[in-house]
């Protein structure tokens, strides 16, 4: 499963203070995107809050991480809002609160730190059944980790794949995308997501001046997907990256299997995950079909020096993860990593509680 984010990753994200609207540039690409989308309603937001009831939902945990001997503990909760404005447009958020509790050394005792984020918070107005408008701070469309994996109670790993941060733009960026259906019968479904995002350095809402896309083929009678994903950044210097990714679940068997390839201008890699449900073994519910053994492969290549995110010298690391699916939506994640480097190896022990939650607001009519 994946866990809360590296807290250095949370410090490019929000502090705890409030937002700062009165930034041009959040003005701009936040509230103008809002407000017409909430003109183009066509359902009055009266009549659309007795028929339309905004949901919470998202998932808490407790995650432990020993890393080269060092064992830190993470409580987090990720909560998730989704606000209908009638039958067109949902305004959607999620949330990241997370006290990183670490040994400091040198026989210290324990420190930590807290953190609060905001991973998105955009408006979307879905114009036609092919044609979905998107204005706000919303998640990079690259790849699949950023937008499909990385809550914490869909991840088999606690930890990002390495290469999670190229094509991503610091995983959220701030502007307008464009997404949809655009083909489908009974062999073929074509997806696409295209957008353009402006520079902001507000401390609370970071993005970069960049664009991209996805484009991606999910074949149903093989249940096969393929995609592939260009990003480029157009302040400073400009550079592009791409990726294809891979997904395959057989229908017959609970087997899933993923993975993805992304170059940038200083690096480059690909991971592997299959997972495996033992539900053939009495059930999904039964004691040993509620278990879970999943694997993962990743390498990354650096090129040039590049402060991208990924490992500053060539890595591998391979990870063995044990995960059990209890009743009411709870799950426990265990996993060992072995890291590979020139600079040295090291083994990665976590493990880790998940409750999924999920209520109203209020009491709908």
């Not at 609970?254 to 592997?272: C, D, M, N, T, V």
Request: glycine share 10%; no cysteine; hydrophobic share 35%.
């Amino acid at each position: 499963m994946t866990p809360p984010m590296p807290p250095s990753r949370y410090r490019k994200r929000m502090s705890i203070r409030l937002l700062n609207l009165g930034s041009s540039a959040l003005f701009r690409v936040f509230t103008v995107p809002l407000l017409a989308l909430g003109i183009l309603s066509s359902v009055p937001r009266a009549a659309a809050q007795a028929e339309l009831v905004p949901l919470i939902s998202g998932g808490g945990g407790f995650f432990t991480s020993t890393n080269g001997g060092n064992t830190s503990y993470i409580p987090t909760i990720v909560p998730v809002l989704a606000a209908p404005l009638g039958p067109n447009v949902l305004i959607e958020s999620r949330a990241n609160l997370l006290e990183d509790f670490f040994p400091p050394g040198g026989g210290k005792p324990y420190d930590h730190t807290h953190f609060v984020g905001v991973s998105y918070v955009q408006a979307d107005y879905f114009a036609t059944s092919h044609l979905t408008l998107v204005g706000g701070y919303f998640l990079t469309p690259f790849g699949t980790y950023n937008e499909r994996l990385s809550p914490i109670w869909i991840s088999n790993f606690q930890d990002a794949p390495l290469i999670s941060s190229l094509g991503a733009m610091g995983s959220s960026v701030l502007g307008g995308q464009v997404r949809g259906n655009a083909y489908t019968n009974s062999h073929v479904s074509l997806d696409y997501s295209a957008y353009y995002s402006a520079h902001s350095s507000n401390e609370q809402i970071v993005s970069q001046h960049a664009t991209g896309g996805k484009f991606e083929a999910y074949f149903p009678r093989q249940q096969l997907e393929v995609g592939y994903s260009f990003g480029r950044v157009l302040q400073g210097t400009h550079s592009n990256f791409n990726g294809v990714h891979v997904w395959w679940t057989p229908e017959k068997i609970p087997l899933k299997i993923r993975s993805q390839y992304s170059h940038g201008a200083h690096s480059q890699g690909y991971w592997i995950e299959a997972d495996y449900r033992l539900s053939k073994f009495g059930g999904a519910e039964s004691p040993l079909g509620r278990l879970e053994p999943v694997f993962r492969m990743q390498q990354t290549f650096r090129n040039s020096a590049g402060s991208d995110g990924v490992p500053a010298a060539d890595t591998q690391r391979a990870d063995f993860g044990l995960d059990y699916h209890l009743p009411h939506e709870l799950r426990i994640n265990t996993s060992y990593a072995r890291q590979f480097t020139p600079g040295g190896n090291k083994n990665v022990w976590e493990t880790g509680i998940v409750y999924r939650f999920l209520f109203p607001t209020w009491k709908g009519k």
